[in-house]
């Protein structure tokens, strides 16, 4: 009898995890990214990325590329300004949910951000860098991977394409980027 052999395991794809997971988010005030969580009804974003706008206001597009966008509304499920974060509830289901990464990456993990910048276009920019620091504890994961406007909320993957932050801001450092991520 002939021995199975096993068949091997894919390896997760961190930007095929993006472009699956991460939507464009739009008000009148703003725009941002934001990230799809648990059964495709749910976006986790910065708080704010959606800051003033109502809900009539709020509407999240998703697309892999060279598709057609799917555009639906979204209503505000929790917000926290101190935390800067928040969950929306969409109207229809879009993509498919991020698996979420169960412990913190170390510093020199190389990271996947995805988002929507406005430097990037209309359609969904993948960046690379890796961690290079924590601040205020763990609250923080300093990054040296190009962050922008308009990724706030996205996602930053693990090599498995797990989740291990949401982009929430940058700092100019000696002509040189730092991002932070939740």
């Given at each position: 009898?002939?021995?199975?052999?096993?068949?091997?395991?894919p390896?997760?794809d961190?930007?095929?995890?993006a472009a699956?997971?991460?939507v464009?988010?739009?008000t009148?005030?703003?725009?941002g990214?934001?990230?799809?969580?648990?059964d495709?009804?749910h976006v986790?974003?910065?708080?704010?990325?959606?800051d003033?706008?109502s809900?009539?206001e709020?509407?999240v597009?998703?697309?892999?590329?060279g598709?057609?966008?799917?555009?639906t509304?979204a209503?505000?499920?929790?917000?926290d300004?101190d935390?800067?974060l928040a969950?929306?509830?969409?109207?229809?289901?879009?993509?498919?949910?991020?698996k979420?990464?169960?412990k913190?990456p170390?510093?020199?993990?190389?990271?996947?951000?995805?988002?929507f910048p406005?430097?990037?276009?209309?359609?969904?920019?993948?960046?690379?860098?890796?961690?290079?620091?924590?601040?205020?504890g763990?609250?923080?994961?300093k990054?040296?991977?190009?962050?922008f406007?308009?990724?706030s909320?996205g996602?930053a993957?693990?090599?498995?394409g797990?989740?291990?932050?949401?982009?929430?801001?940058?700092?100019?450092?000696?002509?040189?980027?730092?991002?932070?991520?939740l």
């Open positions: 009898m002939a021995t199975p052999v096993p068949t091997p395991t390896t997760p961190p930007y095929a995890a699956a997971s991460v464009r988010i739009e009148s005030l703003a725009s990214s934001g990230v799809i969580l648990g495709s009804y986790v974003t910065n708080q704010h990325v959606i003033r706008a809900d009539a709020l509407v597009s998703y697309a892999l590329e598709e057609a966008p799917q555009v509304r209503s505000v499920v929790w917000e300004a935390w800067d969950l929306l509830r969409l109207d229809d289901s879009l993509g498919t949910p991020i979420v990464a169960r913190l170390s510093i020199g993990d190389p990271l996947v951000i995805g988002g406005g430097v990037g276009g209309d359609t969904l920019t993948v960046t690379t860098g890796t961690v290079a620091g924590f601040e205020l763990s609250l923080f994961i990054v040296d991977a190009a962050i406007p308009g990724n909320g996602a993957l693990d090599s498995n797990r989740l291990v932050g949401i982009p929430t801001r940058y700092a100019t450092v000696g002509g040189g980027i730092l991002g932070f991520l």
